[in-house]
Antibody, heavy 119, light 108 residues
Framework: EVQLVESGGGLVKPGGSLRLSCAAS????????MNWVRQAPGKGLEWVSS????????YYADSVKGRFTISRDNAKNSLYLQMNSLRAEDMALYYC????????????WGQGTLVTVSS | SYVLTQPPSVSVAPGKTARITCGGD??????VHWYQQKPGQAPVLVIY???DRPSGIPERFSGSNSGNTATLTVSRVEAGDEADYYC???????????FGTGTKVTVL
């Protein structure tokens, strides 16, 4: 079964750091670009960051550029998001999502991991 | 930055047709993808590349894209179609993925 499972969310103080992980299974992880998408409570979807299959291409939303770092370990079938200098507005459910092979649609999503930023 | 605008809500009676629009500057030149998100669940891809349906998505779901508007059409609406729907594109000018503002579909 094709599956993405996020972990690493939790409560962090403003200015703090957190590292999210996404474990992939059921498909050839190294062949796909991956993304992080977040959803603040009661709000819509917001794309956060994207990484190509070999990590050659990396993109960030303006709202997180310079604070968040996306990475992957194809040997471990894992995607990561290092989040530094966290703000209240970063509080959200963070999803990892696979991009389909033609590079446009997010065809597989995890269930998300919740990041709470509060003092 | 590129913006996709959706109506906040659409109401439809069971058995009728719901049309959800996604407006953006010359969106017809981009590939639009649509997601359904039910409460407490992750989004699910329902239409990709404007008109294609992933396996397992009912034929009642269809899409179109032209000019400045893309449209997701849900025919013969059922109670189970009640959800939030989001459009999404890749904006090559900014190297950003962009989601629409989202539409809540209510089945009366």
């Amino acid at each position: 079964e094709v599956q993405l499972v996020e972990s690493g969310g939790g409560l962090v103080k403003p200015g703090g750091s957190l590292r999210l992980s996404c474990a992939a299974s059921g498909f050839t992880f190294s062949g796909y670009s991956m993304n992080w998408v977040r959803q603040a409570p009661g709000k819509g979807l917001e794309w956060v960051s994207s990484i190509s299959s070999s990590s050659s291409y990396i993109y960030y939303a303006d709202s997180v550029k310079g604070r968040f770092t996306i990475s992957r370990d194809n040997a471990k079938n894992s995607l990561y998001l290092q989040m530094n200098s966290l703000r209240a507005e970063d509080m959200a459910l963070y999803y990892c999502a696979r991009v389909d092979l033609t590079g446009g649609a997010f065809d597989i999503w995890g269930q998300g991991t919740l990041v709470t930023v509060s003092s | 930055s590129y913006v996709l605008t959706q109506p906040p809500s659409v109401s439809v009676a069971p058995g009728k047709t719901a049309r959800i629009t996604c407006g953006g500057d010359n969106v017809g030149s981009k590939s639009v993808h649509w997601y359904q998100q039910k409460p407490g669940q992750a989004p699910v891809l329902v239409i990709y590349y404007d008109t294609d349906r992933p396996s397992g998505i009912p034929e009642r779901f269809s899409g179109s894209n032209s000019g400045n508007t893309a449209t997701l059409t849900v025919s013969r609406v059922e109670a189970g179609d009640e959800a939030d729907y989001y459009c999404q594109v890749w904006d090559s000018s900014s190297d950003h993925y962009v989601f629409g503002t989202g539409t809540k579909v209510t089945v009366l």
